[in-house]
């Protein structure tokens, strides 16, 4: 139920230049898709306002609504400022985090600590949640598990008095980076509201993070409002964003919160968490995938250089069956499907039951497997080269039918003639040939 679904017949509904009752049914469709999406309602007039008004000015056609539609998200999205992580002029950069009982505020604790420790930062996590016995357990388990130090009193029940003395720790042991875990309520609740102000008071917090679980839709936003003017937030994090999110409380927030969108969190382990890069967000909002997205997550994890290569290939269109193959066998280490999905090219739409299968032992992909490895590695690196006789000898070696192999051939070709074109400049160009 993303703005995907309904792009393609939107602007097929822009039929003539200069067709002002096309573009209005057109960007009627649009509200639509914008309100189903979960998209705030006010920011669906704003944007729609300024989407018609752009359009017009440019000359209404199926392009300039779609390099419009895009732009104007993107306004949207990039309008508050920074994205990622800033570190203070003076280490250690004091985090505190903050939101809802359940938004995700310890898991991404955990993975922004990751995150810096990936980055060769000296980072330290800070067990402030005394509400629930299992929370500090929780956050130990994580800190193990991604070997950064955390910081925990038993015998202390008063959470400033922790924060305060983790930060006086960082100082003296030159810690580059301080994220402090809070505990969160149900609800928005005086006492918490206190409480963090209390903490925010005490150690004086170089940003404020608040984490937004983005299954809650329109309850997100105003959650984060009422944050925002009780204790200021600096930045948000969307958690849960791989879910059955409907993508939209991403402009939401930026535009009715007016605070950056720092990171989203798209999947429950620890590597799970992306720099919000609005072009990215824009760009899987329309359903347009993020193989770049898709190339740094990677590298995250395995060799940066290789995931640079990669995108490069794909950038002039060389990408072939073993960087494939060696994407595949990456994959499945990956941490969620659902995620990765989501960021290659028309993958999600085309086929939603890939959500919901598993990778590894999946029909498809062992058959593609089957398929690449009855291949010469001449044929591997130049897909050009399957001719007929070619492609009779690798379905027979594969044990698959030729019309199988044919199928997963196509798929391959249009798969990376799509990275192609949405990874070079003529990104426009890529997405209009995309959908039309
Ligand atoms: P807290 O109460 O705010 O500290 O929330 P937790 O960090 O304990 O997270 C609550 C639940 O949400 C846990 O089951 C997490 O695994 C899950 N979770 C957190 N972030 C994400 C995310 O980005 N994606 C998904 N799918 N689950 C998440
Ligand atoms: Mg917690």
Request: with cysteine; proline share 3%; glycine share 8%.
């Amino acid at each position: 139920d993303s703005i995907t679904g309904s792009l393609k017949g939107i602007i097929g509904k822009i039929r003539h230049q200069d067709d002002v009752a096309s573009l209005n049914r057109a960007t009627s469709e649009l509200k639509k898709a914008f309100l189903k999406a979960d998209v705030h309602h006010k920011t669906t007039k704003d944007l729609l306002n300024s989407i018609e008004i752009e359009t017009k000015k440019l000359g209404i056609g199926q392009n300039n609504f779609i390099k419009v539609l895009k732009q104007e998200l993107e306004r949207v999205l990039t309008a508050n400022g920074n994205q990622g992580f800033v570190f203070a002029s003076t280490p250690p950069t004091v985090i505190l985090m903050t939101g809802l009982q359940g938004s995700g505020k310890t898991t991404t604790t955990g993975k922004l600590a990751n995150y810096l420790k990936v980055r060769n930062k000296k980072v330290m996590v800070v067990a402030c949640d005394l509400q629930r016995l299992a929370a500090v357990e929780q956050l130990r388990q994580i800190a193990n598990q991604i070997d950064v130090e955390i910081y925990f009193d038993e015998n202390e029940k008063n959470p400033i008095k922790i924060a305060k003395a983790a930060v006086e720790k960082a100082k003296k042991e030159h810690f580059d980076v301080v994220l402090v875990d809070t505990a969160g309520r149900l609800a928005i609740d005086e006492e918490l509201m206190d409480e963090l102000k209390d903490i925010k008071n005490g150690i004086n917090p170089n940003e404020i993070f608040y984490v937004a679980d983005s299954m809650t839709g329109h309850d997100a936003t105003k959650t984060a409002i009422t944050f925002k003017e009780k204790i200021g937030i600096d930045g948000v994090v969307l958690s849960k964003y791989d879910g059955d999110t409907k993508g939209g409380v991403a402009l939401s927030i930026a535009s009715q919160v007016e605070v950056p969108l720092r990171f989203i969190g798209i999947g429950e382990k620890m590597p799970d968490l992306e720099v919000f890069i609005p072009d990215r967000i824009v760009s899987r909002l329309l359903g347009l995938g993020d193989i770049a997205g898709l190339a740094e997550k990677t590298s995250t994890i395995f060799d940066e250089k290789k995931a640079k290569e990669v995108s490069k290939k794909i950038k002039k269109g060389e990408f072939n069956f073993n960087d494939f193959l060696e994407q595949l066998s990456m994959m499945s280490k990956l941490g969620s499907l659902k995620s990765i999905i989501g960021m290659i090219p028309g993958l999600s739409s085309a086929m939603p039951a890939l959500k919901d299968m598993d990778f590894e032992n999946s029909v498809e992909i062992k058959r593609i497997k089957a398929l690449i490895s009855s291949m010469t590695p001449k044929e591997r690196e130049n897909p050009d080269l399957l001719n007929p006789s070619r492609k009779k000898r690798i379905s027979s070696g594969a044990g698959l039918s030729e019309v199988q192999v044919n199928k997963i051939l196509k798929q391959f070709k249009s798969a990376s003639k799509m990275a192609k074109q949405l990874s070079s400049k003529g990104g426009m160009k890529g997405l209009h040939n995309m959908l039309s």
